[in-house]
């Protein structure tokens, strides 16, 4: 079935057929946005928890910062207590390396960089917060807004290296449990940041 | 202004009249110009002031000498407005000296490299307008504890100004001032994003503060998926880097005619780093295979090199390099896992190298066809700024016939140099391991043990089977008292050698010790000096 699938939506699409790093970039936007995804209180945690990095598959090789996670869930469930993220990927680079199992699909080796900032608002993005005070809402006589001025408090930004194995049809279902090995390294780190590594 | 420029760096250096001129020039900090970003820094601003005559120099080191506690880290500035020493001097005849004499004070108490963790500044009189607090903010934005108690402030302004600029702040002392009469507590809090107490209340949680602004997974340099591809990446990695240094066109004996090698460089500007110019990456754009820029068919598959000769002719046009994987280990992170699908290995590599040389044979020449009639008759100004670089590399491995590896993926990412790599500063700062940290499996580097070169009559099948005593073809180990002193990879250079000269572990250590740690040097001395080497020395 997959194989058929393949097979109509590569010949659909010349450009694909042409070029099968064509829709790779659309795919990583994808990746990285469901690691920034905002947490809604009215969505279940689970299900949330679930919607961070779906295409890993059930057995991935997961590594942050050189520490190795032993399974999925606990890796969704570690990420989903960060404050809010921002990622931008600013380079990538790929190659598509065959198998060495007869008719087995091929495999994009991924080589991403990109830019990230946290939240330093003093909540993570389930909404706990370490504040003892009401610091949410500025007093009256402040002359400040009631919402926190202008965006989101965010960090200066990171840099990080994220290296990622990935089956070949992440091209055409980037929603499938493709990603077999995901390492994500912080490379460069601000001074004076308020969150720190 | 008088304006110089650095020999040998992409810097600028400027000289401005006053404090004022510096401070305006400083705000065109990140404004574009000629298709780059221009950044600016003061990096010295004393003798701007006018109140910096030898005299109150002394005076005000004196003054410092007098308020410091090493013990507490702290600077107890308090009430010095009614310091008659400093009264005497003239240093507060009128708000223009006033002003001056504590920027002056900050300038001469950072040059004194104190280490400043609280400051003191109750009883000064600070009213809504004093500028103490933004001075100090320039000057040592990251003091933890501060004391503003008995001044003048009011306004909540007078903390706004200051938002964002002390991110360590921990504790702060508003009390004997107007505005604690005005319910601002929460607003300072909020601008304060590290504070915990204020006026001696808890206003956060504080370990639960530190978990939130702390990134909830540890920092390891090094992750080796087995012990096993620990040795074997190890000893990869310190061969690869080395002849890539050294002897790189060696290395197309590890390359296949379907091997893939690409390179692309990422000129974003992350941290502080000093500006590039634009033509600093000039050795690498023809080359550079950035799939975000790159978008044609066509273009992506034609810096995409496949087989030994064209990643030949790619690795020629990239300038000549030195690691220095050996001398500082702690600027290298590495991560490495199985590589199921092939029964190989997936190295990823994390440093910096320095820029030694233009590259052999610059890989433009299809380039000039094109625009031939547009380019200098002078090649020196394609040529790009050789200066130090980080980089990510991405390697997949697997074993070759006869042992030997074969790469089947290299790809390259070179970008602005870090003087600090994360991981290191994550060490330094003693990273806290979070509750929520995954429990399994943390690898640290241990010792490394050397496995088979990448390409030699002595390596055995290496990866394959990745199990115990396959891949050791120098069934050595040093003695824990030498190896305690030395660091994996100065372990694994020692080994190293002794497998290759026969010397015995004492006159291997001497020889790596007097060669710098380098294994070309180590070679030279040894052969240069082998007919007084004694036969004891020898294993």
């Known amino acids: ?197 | 202004m008088n304006l110089r420029t650095e020999p040998n760096s992409p810097l600028l250096r400027a000289t401005v009249k006053s404090q004022r001129d510096a401070d305006v020039v400083v705000k065109l900090s990140g404004a574009r110009f000629a298709n780059d970003v221009v950044r600016i820094r003061i990096i010295d601003t004393i003798g701007g002031t006018g109140t910096n005559t030898p005299n109150t120099i002394d005076l005000l080191k004196s003054f410092i000498a007098s308020r410091y506690d090493a013990n507490l880290k702290m600077l107890n500035l308090e009430g010095m407005v009614h310091d008659q020493t400093l009264i005497s001097n003239g240093l507060f005849n009128t708000a223009s000296t006033n002003s001056k004499f504590f920027t002056a004070l900050m300038k001469i108490a950072l040059q004194q490299k104190i280490d400043v963790q609280s400051v003191n500044l109750a009883g000064n009189d600070m009213n809504d307008y004093s500028k103490y607090l933004t001075e100090l903010s320039l000057h040592f934005p990251k003091v933890k504890n501060l004391s503003l108690a008995n001044n003048k402030i009011s306004k909540l302004d007078f903390f706004t100004k200051v938002r964002n600029r002390f991110s360590l702040l921990r504790e702060l002392i508003i009390s004997g001032n107007p505005i604690v009469n005005m319910n601002f507590h929460a607003d300072i809090v909020k601008l304060f994003p590290r504070l915990v107490v204020l006026d001696g209340t808890p206003v956060r949680d504080e370990a639960k503060l530190n978990a939130i602004m702390t990134f909830p997974v540890p920092t390891a340099p090094m992750f080796f998926e087995t012990p096993d591809l620990q040795k074997v990446a190890t000893n990869f990695i310190s061969t690869y880097l080395q002849m890539w240094d050294n002897q790189r066109m060696d290395l197309l004996s590890l390359y296949t005619a379907e091997s893939q090698f690409s390179f692309m460089t990422d000129s974003i500007q992350i941290g502080e780093a000093a500006n590039a110019p634009a033509n600093s990456w000039n050795n690498y754009t023809f080359g550079s295979r950035n799939l975000k820029k790159i978008s044609g068919a066509k273009q992506r598959q034609a810096k995409l090199n496949i087989g030994q000769e064209a990643i030949g002719q790619a690795f020629q046009s990239l300038v000549q390099t030195k690691h220095t994987l050996q001398e500082h280990p702690e600027l290298y992170s590495v991560e490495t896992t199985t590589y199921p699908t092939l029964n190989g290995m997936h190295i990823v590599v994390h440093g910096e190298f320095e820029e030694t040389g233009q590259p052999q044979q610059p890989q433009q020449q299809g380039f000039q066809k094109g625009r031939g009639h547009y380019r200098s008759n002078n090649p020196s100004q394609q040529r790009g700024i050789l200066q130090k670089r980080s980089f990510d590399r991405s390697f997949v491995v697997v074993p070759g016939n006869g042992g030997s590896f074969l790469i089947v993926s290299d790809m390259l990412l070179v970008k602005v140099h870090n003087e600090a790599p994360a991981w290191k500063i994550a060490q330094s700062q003693g990273t806290p391991v979070p509750a929520a940290a995954p429990t399994a499996l943390a690898s640290a580097p241990a010792i490394g043990v050397p496995g088979a070169l990448p390409t030699g009559p002595t390596a055995t099948n290496a990866i394959p089977s990745l199990t115990p005593g396959v891949v050791n073809p120098v069934a050595a180990a040093l003695p824990p008292d030498v190896a305690a002193k030395l660091t994996p990879i100065q372990q694994e250079l020692i080994l190293k050698i002794m497998g290759e000269t026969k010397l015995n572990v004492q006159f291997t250590l001497m020889l790596c010790e007097q060669s710098g740690w380098n294994y070309e040097v180590a070679g030279q001395n040894f052969l240069s000096s082998r007919a007084q080497i004694p036969p004891n020395a020898f294993q």
């Open chain 1, 1 to 197: 079935m997959m194989q058929m699938q393949r097979q109509f939506n590569t010949s659909s699409n010349s450009q694909q057929d042409q070029d099968p790093t064509y829709k790779l970039e659309e795919c990583l936007k994808l990746t990285f946005d469901s690691l920034d995804k905002p947490y809604t209180p009215t969505t279940n945690l689970d299900f949330y928890q679930a919607s961070i990095l779906p295409q890993l598959t059930q057995q991935p090789r997961i590594i942050i910062n050189g520490t190795p996670f032993g399974s999925k869930p606990t890796f969704q469930q570690v990420w989903s207590k960060l404050p809010a993220t921002q990622h931008q990927v600013s380079s990538f680079d790929c190659h598509l390396v065959p198998s060495s199992v007869p008719g087995a699909n091929r495999q994009f080796i991924i080589l991403v960089h990109l830019k990230v900032r946290f939240d330093e608002g003093g909540k993570n993005r389930l909404g706990d917060s370490a504040d003892l005070l009401n610091v949410g809402q500025p007093s009256q006589n402040s002359g400040l807004p009631t919402r926190p001025a202008g965006p989101r408090p965010y960090s200066r930004w990171f840099g990080a290296t994220v290296t990622i194995v990935a089956d070949e049809n992440i091209v055409l279902n980037s929603d499938g449990e493709c990603i077999s090995s995901f390492d994500y390294r912080i490379t460069d780190a601000p001074e004076n940041s308020v969150f720190i590594i």
